[in-house]
């Protein structure tokens, strides 16, 4: 758990904070916005009820809750960060202030995966890693020269920062309800998510944890450690844990069946259910 203060800067990388800027309602709150659909308290705990409302995705009285963070981070950071759209935010604009010399570099490089499209694979070698990180400084270096030396000439601080790269860090105030910031911590804490937003995206998940911890708490349990399963991988699951047919002793017959999934002989019923080896691939990663 942090120990912090509201409007403390918790550091992430070199130069990007989170903060921490107000709070609206607690567990109690939401709680209380939850029990307006019978007008009256009810007998149910609060633990006990945020977690039905959860479980059974009932989620607007956490929509009554939110969370207003001013954050720094790299510009690739931040454009990833508004494809969540459901939130208030207000940035610094670079229209109307001279960006400081404040940019990112990465403190291990690594090459393409080659299991996906986007994502990091094996590191480059050592020799490697010290030549990339000077390129990559000097290459900063000279954006933002260029970008100081358009703005002595007179240019137009809109324009001027067009030669910028996109490791230039911003600011902004981002203020979003409780539900959608469950969403975002789910999709960004992903493993597959950029490694750098999902820096930020921990700090957040802690302060939510802070100020809201029971919800926290199902949203951990209902959400970021649970599994959607497809209709074919329900009935794959029903395959291999139904009853036994047979006088075997159900616990017994339950253990060869699991024990058969992990050794992972079930690709040919996977595909009489329609699963394609992607499919197959994330089922495997779900459970095994």
């Known amino acids: 758990m942090l120990d912090y203060k509201l ?3 918790l550091p992430v990388h070199e130069y990007g904070y989170v903060r921490l ?3 609206t309602g607690d567990d109690e709150w939401i709680e209380y916005c939850a029990r ?3 007008d009256q308290r009810g007998k149910i705990e609060t633990r ?3 977690r ?3 479980r059974h995705k009932h989620t607007s009285p956490f929509e009554m809750g939110d969370m207003t963070f001013e954050v720094k981070m790299p510009l690739f950071v931040a454009r990833q960060w508004v494809r969540h759209r459901t939130c208030s935010m207000n940035e610094v604009s670079a229209r109307y202030t001279q960006l400081p010399e404040e940019m990112f570099v990465p403190k291990v490089f690594s090459v393409q995966a080659t299991n996906n499209k986007q994502g990091r694979g094996e590191e480059v070698p050592e020799d490697l890693q010290h030549v990339l990180h000077d390129f990559m400084a000097d290459q900063n270096s000279e954006s933002y020269s260029a970008y100081v030396w358009m703005l002595d000439k007179g240019v137009a601080k809109e324009t001027a920062r067009e030669v910028l790269n996109l490791n230039i860090y911003t600011k902004f105030i981002w203020k979003m309800n409780i539900h959608n910031l469950m969403h975002f911590m789910n999709l960004r804490l992903d493993p597959h998510a950029q490694e750098e937003i999902r820096d930020y995206a921990e700090l957040i998940e802690n302060l939510v944890e802070l100020h809201f911890p029971i919800t926290h708490e199902a949203f951990v349990d209902y959400i970021r450690d649970s599994y959607t399963c497809s209709r074919m991988e329900v ?3 029903r395959t291999f844990f139904s009853p036994p047919e047979t006088g075997i002793n159900a616990l017994d017959d339950i253990g060869k069946k699991a024990m058969t999934l992990l050794r992972g ?3 040919i019923k996977s595909k009489e259910l329609g699963m394609s080896k992607r499919e197959i691939d994330a089922f495997r990663e779900k459970f095994l």
């Open 7 to 9: 409007e403390d800067k």
């Open 21 to 23: 800027m107000k709070v």
């Open 36 to 38: 307006m659909s019978y």
């Open 48 to 50: 006990n009820l945020l």
């Open 52 to 54: 039905y409302l959860l």
């Open 235 to 237: 009935d794959l699951i």
């Open 265 to 267: 002989t079930f690709s």
